[in-house]
């Protein structure tokens, strides 16, 4: 192992915690993973693992940030819009400030597409456009500073989102099912979240090939009652795709409703990423199929 520190943000969470087991199953860069609460079970898993843990505080100011990240080689950034809400772009540019003062020589950020710019305005999606704006801002870093290397991946769907709250499978009566979500017109983008790992690591080895590159990959593009097909197939239980309309998502009524189906909305028109070749992941892992990551991982079905 050398001596090289990659300090990965989120990494609890399931994009994070994905980097933070490719890199210690590779053994090539020494991981610190930050985290808000270094005594949670999910941090002292990582310790047990071969991490180093630190506290980070995202409301802090740029030095104290860049503190945490000092001697760190590299820095994988992913920005949870949930807990961030409008802050999300504030808190994403300071971490690249940070970066750049720390030293850091290699900057990975988890993007998505501009949907207010790609749609002329028609769509706006804050949880994508914030990101949009923090990759660009690191790319002007990045640019002003060359010493400051700066790359991207793009995440469509986790597959982990089915049967959650965010894509729930509903009981109908005994062994039959439905999911229902406003997806229509371009299929429903997924990937093993897992995937991210190998990606994030291979750009780090190779900053010279990897910058400024945005990495864009998928495992299956699938339409909702292709979904509801393998899901069938992989539960042995009946499980159909109910249509949904963008009226109708809405008119459920819960806490950020009108954003997730703008997503919805812009992804069905355009894609999770339009007119970006995913080709460059396959260069470097086999990418996750659906019916691969069912096989992997069972749902289980009340």
């Known amino acids: 192992m050398t001596g090289k520190i990659i300090s990965v943000f989120g990494s609890t969470g399931l994009q994070g915690g994905a980097v933070v087991n490719a890199l210690l199953k590779d053994g090539t860069f020494k991981v610190r993973a930050l985290t808000r609460n270094v005594e949670s079970p999910s941090a002292k898993k990582l310790v047990e693992k071969g991490a180093q843990v630190a506290t980070v505080d995202l409301n802090n ?96 769907y986790y597959a982990q989102g089915f049967n959650t709250d965010f894509l729930p499978i509903t009981k109908i009566e005994e062994d039959k099912y439905f999911i229902s979500f406003p997806i229509s017109g371009k299929p429903m983008e997924l990937i093993d979240v897992n995937d991210v790992g190998p990606i994030a690591l291979a750009e780090f080895k190779d900053p010279k090939k990897y910058s400024g590159v945005g990495i864009h990959f998928t495992g299956s593009a699938l339409s909702g009652p292709e979904i509801a097909e393998k899901l069938s197939k992989a539960t042995g239980k009946s499980i159909i795709f109910k249509p949904m309309t963008y009226e109708e998502y809405l008119a459920l009524g819960f806490p950020g409703v009108e954003g997730i189906a703008d997503m919805f909305k812009f992804v069905s028109e355009y894609g999770s990423y339009p007119g970006k070749d995913s080709n460059l992941a396959k260069e470097i892992i086999h990418i996750t199929t659906f019916d691969e990551y069912l096989e992997k991982n069972p749902i289980q079905l009340k």
Do not use: C
């Open 61 to 156: 100011d740029v030095e104290s940030i860049a503190k945490v990240l000092q001697g760190s080689y590299g820095v994988y950034l992913v920005t949870d819009f949930w807990s961030l809400f409008e802050k999300e772009e504030e808190i994403g540019k300071k971490v690249v400030d940070a970066a750049l003062k720390a030293g850091v020589q290699h900057f990975i950020y988890s993007s998505l597409a501009n949907t207010s710019k790609i749609s002329n305005g028609k769509i706006v999606v804050p949880e994508f456009d914030m990101k949009a704006h923090i990759e660009d801002y690191a790319r002007q870093v990045s640019a002003k500073h060359p010493e400051f290397i700066s790359s991207f991946v793009h995440l469509p």
